[in-house]
C-alpha cells in the first residue's frame, strides 16, 4: 500500500457488526444500518448475514448501487422531491422493496403523482423533526400532514422515522442514554396519537450510533438505523459509544516533513480527512482532526488539501518516511474521499475494495 490510504480491520468489523445486531435482538426490534458509513455492498451484506433487516441510504443513486449488487431491501431516508429521483425511485421499487420519504404535502404530492401515473403504490414514511432542526416535518404539525397523506393515491404510509442524535432538551449532550431515551418517546407517543387519528403506523424508526440502544429499549419502536458502529470514528469514542481499541477504521499516512522537533507533516490533508466535525465544538471538544494511535504526544492540529500538520509535545521518536495511523474525527465523511479501502485480515493480508457508493450525490 501507499500511503495516504483507509485500512479496516476486519476483525473489528464484524466484531462491531455483530455488536449491533445483538442489541437489535435482545430489544426486539430490526435493525436497519445506515450504509453512508461504508458506501460499501459487500460491508452492506455483512450487515445484513449479521441479521440486519434491510439497509438504508441518503441517495437514490446510493440505492441503485446496492441494488445492483444483490440488496433487495432499501429505504431512501431523504426526502425525493425532484421528478428525476422520484422516477428513479419508482422504477428501483418495481425490482425491490423500496420504501421512501416525505416531511411535507407538497412533497408527498408529488411522490403520489408520479407513483399513480405509473402505476405503482410507493411505501412512504414520514420524517419527524424530533429536534435537531434539519428535515422533517414539525412535530406538533405531523398528524395532520399524516392524515393528507394517508388519503393520497399511489401511496402507502407504513410508519415514521427520525434522526436526532445525542440532544437532550434541545441541546447537544454526552448523556447518549438520555438523548435515546427522550427520542424514542417522541417517537412512540407520536406513532400512538396517529394510530388514534386513524393512521395506521406500522414501522417506528429511530436511532442513530450513539442512540441506537436506549432509544430501541422504549416500548413502541420497532426499528433502529446506526451508520458509524461498523468503524466507528474519534467521534464516537467520546460520546463513549466505544472504545479507541473498537475503532476498526484508520488513515495510514507517511510523514513527509520535520521542519523541528515540535511538527511533523504528513501526506494527508483534506482530501484525506473530512472537516466537518471541527476541533473544540461542543459537547465533545475534540482536539484537532484525528487520533494519531500509539502516539499521545501528537495532535493532527492543521490540514491543507495535501499537508497534515502534526504538533508534537515532547519527544517522540518518529522520523521522515515512519507511517502513522490516525483515527478520524468523522469516519462517515472520510470514506467518501477516497475510492478505494483496503481490508486487513488477521493473517495480516490486504483485500482491495472499491467504494462503490462514493461521491453519489443525486
Sequence with gaps: MDTPVLVIERKKLEANIQKMAD??????????????????????????????????????????VMAEHGINDIFIAYPLVSKTKIQKAIDLSRKI?????????????????SAETAGVVLEVRMEIDSGLRRTGVLYDEAVELARKAKELPGIKLTGIYTFRGPIV???PTLDIEEAGRQEGQLMADLAERLRAKGVPIIDVSVGSTSTSASAAA????????????????????????????????????????KPSDSLLI??????????????????????????????????????????????????????????????????????NLHNDVFLKNEDGTLEKQAVLGRGKLQ
Design 97 to 113: 422493496r423500496l420504501i421512501t420519504a416525505f416531511d411535507s404535502l407538497e412533497g408527498v404530492q408529488r411522490l403520489s403523482q
Design 169 to 171: 432538551d434541545g441541546k
Design 218 to 257: 422504549v416500548e413502541g419502536i420497532t426499528e433502529i438505523r446506526p451508520g458509524t458502529y461498523v468503524f466507528y470514528d474519534r467521534m464516537q469514542e467520546k460520546y463513549h459509544c466505544c472504545s479507541q481499541e473498537e475503532c476498526a477504521a484508520a488513515i495510514h499516512v507517511t510523514v513527509v516533513s
Design 23 to 64: 442489541i437489535a435482538r435482545t430489544q426486539k426490534v430490526h435493525l436497519r444500518p445506515h450504509t453512508k458509513t461504508h458506501k460499501n455492498p459487500q460491508i452492506a451484506k455483512l450487515q445484513l448475514k449479521a441479521g440486519a433487516a434491510g439497509i438504508t441510504v441518503a441517495k437514490v443513486s446510493e440505492a441503485e
Design 266 to 335: 504528513v501526506d494527508g490533508g483534506s482530501k484525506t480527512f473530512a472537516t466537518d466535525v471541527q476541533p473544540v465544538q461542543p459537547p465533545i471538544f475534540l482536539n484537532g482532526f484525528g487520533e494519531i494511535k500509539g502516539h499521545p504526544e501528537m495532535l493532527l492540529e492543521r490540514l491543507t488539501e495535501e499537508h497534515g500538520m502534526v504538533e508534537v509535545h515532547g519527544e517522540t521518536d518518529v522520523q521522515i518516511g515512519d507511517v502513522l495511523q490516525i483515527i478520524p474525527n468523522h469516519i462517515c465523511s472520510t470514506v
